[in-house]
């Protein structure tokens, strides 16, 4: 769906907010090359240390463990971006399209049942890491839209939805002013 097909069923366009997909992809790699590194050298020192008791197997199983976890944790992050590659939110007067991979969903604000916000980890480089803050948006049909850090201004995002469905307090679109002067 265009843009502009949307702006006729949703209202004037007021922004968009884009999901950064590389940055998603380039943290799958990350922990991919992570993961590898710890097997790589997990599996030669586990091999070498079958028979005995000192240090080694601890070591093996701390590089094991390293790989196992980055290759999982890779793999996530790898299958979210797939999920969510072209991910982007446009905020429109009487709702919002969320598009994803090409296709687009219309959501007049109507359909939102819905939206709350958390600040899950407040650790340092927790947003870098997409574990940051979290939107979600329930629709009335039951369907979640989750929202993570890696989508740019999140926290306008999610304000805009909750004053539009909660508050009824409505964005203006580009040039809504003008409407209003000519009427």
């Known amino acids: 769906m265009r843009r502009t097909e949307a702006a006729k069923q949703l209202g004037g366009f007021v922004r968009?907010?884009?999901?950064?997909?590389?940055r998603r992809l380039w943290q799958a790699g990350s922990w991919l090359a992570g993961g590898?590194?710890?097997?790589?050298?997990g599996v030669p020192v586990a091999i070498a240390s079958v028979g005995t008791t000192e240090?080694?197997?601890?070591?093996?199983?701390l590089l094991l463990g390293v790989g196992l976890a980055g290759w999982g944790l890779g793999i996530w992050r790898l299958v979210q971006?797939?999920?969510?590659?072209?991910?982007?939110?446009?905020?429109?007067?009487r709702g919002l399209t969320h598009r994803v991979a090409g296709t687009a969903t219309v959501i007049p604000w109507a359909d939102v049942a819905q939206?709350?916000?958390?600040?899950?980890?407040?650790?340092?480089?927790?947003?870098?890491?997409?574990?940051?803050s979290t939107c979600e948006i329930r629709l009335h049909s039951g369907r979640r839209i989750r929202v993570d850090t890696?989508?740019?201004?999140?926290?306008?995002?999610?304000?805009?939805?909750?004053?539009?469905?909660?508050?009824r307090q409505f964005p203006q679109g580009r040039g809504a002013s003008n409407r209003r002067r000519l009427r």
């Open 81 to 93: 971006a797939f999920r969510t590659r072209e991910q982007c939110f446009d905020i429109h007067e």
């Open 150 to 167: 890696f989508t740019e201004d999140i926290q306008e995002l999610a304000a805009v939805v909750h004053r539009a469905v909660h508050l």
């Open 36 to 41: 590898t590194v710890g097997m790589a050298f």
């Open 115 to 132: 939206v709350s916000t958390a600040n899950g980890d407040d650790r340092p480089l927790a947003d870098a890491r997409g574990m940051g």
């Open 16 to 22: 968009e907010h884009r999901t950064d997909g590389a």
């Open 55 to 61: 240090g080694a197997p601890q070591v093996a199983g």
